[in-house]
């Protein structure tokens, strides 16, 4: 059983070839490191980890930081420019990705606060300098080769080549060890019935080299291209034939998700899903996209029925109920009262407050990134609401401050906006089982700081307040003593979450 809350290690850095090396994160980034200088590729996800990124280089080497390339126009890759340019780089881009960083920056700030990254109204640095097709630096005697080849998850797409070091850093060509994203549906680019990103694979491949630094996952090589090309092949044969024989997109989808090989079945879904997958390919052959699917299960109206008759018309009552098929794992049914109740009492924050509060339990259900935001954009609507009714319900306040110091923990970001949350609730009258709830993230919040010692004392406070609450006793358990959870709770100890 993995801890929710234990400890992270914040990025690291592996090395690859005798100049090369992996910074593996939610988002990796390429380094070369040479007397003269260090080049760096894609720089992380946000400015704090692009900072640790930094320390982790200064571990190694002493070097100046040269230069800095961006493979692609996507946020995650580019939030940490402004650290490396203060630290006296050199920003490079393709020309069309400058273009993108600029204009599509909108669209990608929502993308991501969708799904949980804290990302700031302000752009990161734009590049200094821009490349066409293809460009060589060298340092040293190392030459490092900025290619164009061809299309793939977007049409900006770059990879940076070391021949000497037979070494390829590909940005999100190449995604390994999970399910990949094959491009978003709502835009014109990615896996289509033309096969441009299978011919730029192919190109790489061709490139012979002997290790590959991919956009996510682990580090990667040739049987990597070869599994990814396999992959969209399996894909667009199987999309494509059901589509010219008039198929509708719910019969593909189901047709494909039910006959999947294990090799792909198997595939941890931590970015991408297969649905996405089809999704995209058949915007690629209609032009627009088909249909949004939602992760958040839905009832049978005419089953909703039968358990709302048992209800009385008041907030707790709707509360208990959905409680409890949440607890019976009957999801549909546990989401499907809590939205008859909110829409029955819609000025009463409590209501809104345990309805988020149960989408963000329902949320562990979703595999990938892309299905998690479907509730996590219903999580914030409900605290949103909550406030908008009573700005000092306190409840509500630890709802949001909850939502954001776990977003900032999984991804090492600021944890700034979850503590003025928290703090503004922790100022409130509240339960000592709700004031637990606020310490607890708080501790979250400093863990995501690195600041241990503040943790521990928050996550101690939290237990004081409520012995049977678990996530603060959980965040201070060993691996060894996760693995011994399960039992203790299903002798009838304290639920996790």
Known sequence: MQNPFGKLQYGSLKKVTDRCYLFRNVVNSGIVVTPEGVVVVDTQINAPMARRMLAAIRKVTDAPIKYVINTHYHWDHWAGNDVFREAGATLISGELTREFMHRRSFRQRAFLRSRG????????????????EQSTLTLGSVPIHILFLGLAETDDAMAVHLPTERCIMSGDTLMTGSFPILGQPVMSEGLSDDRAWIRTLQKMKALSPEKIIPGHGPLGGVEDIDFFIGLQTYFLDEVIPMYEQGKTTEEIIQTVENGLPERYANLPQVWGTPRYAILRILCSLTGWQQMKPSAIPKVDPEILKIPLKELEDFP?????????????????????????????????????????????????????VLERADFFQEVCR????????????????????????????????????????????????MEPAEEAK?????????????????AVACFNRALELDPSYAPPRMAMMSDEEMLRVPERFKAGGPRPF
């Open 117 to 132: 990254f804290a990302i700031p109204e302000k752009d990161p640095a734009l590049p200094d300098r821009t490349v066409e």
């Open 316 to 368: 707790q009552s709707y509360i208990r109920a959905a409680e409890f098929f949440e607890k019976e794992n009957k999801l549909d049914l546990a989401i499907g009262i809590m939205e008859e109740g909110c829409e029955r009492h819609s000025m009463d924050p409590g209501i809104w407050v345990a309805r988020g509060r149960l989408l963000l339990k329902c949320s562990r259900a979703a595999g990938s």
């Open 382 to 429: 409900s605290a949103e609401r909550a406030l908008s009714i009573d700005p000092r319900h306190a409840p509500a306040l630890v709802l949001f401050g909850s939502y954001h110091a776990m977003g900032a923990f999984r991804n090492g970001d600021d944890p700034t906006e979850a503590m003025m949350l928290l703090e503004r609730a922790l100022a409130l009258p």
């Open 438 to 454: 606020a310490r607890f993230f708080l501790g979250i919040c400093y863990r995501a700081m690195e600041r241990e010692d503040m």
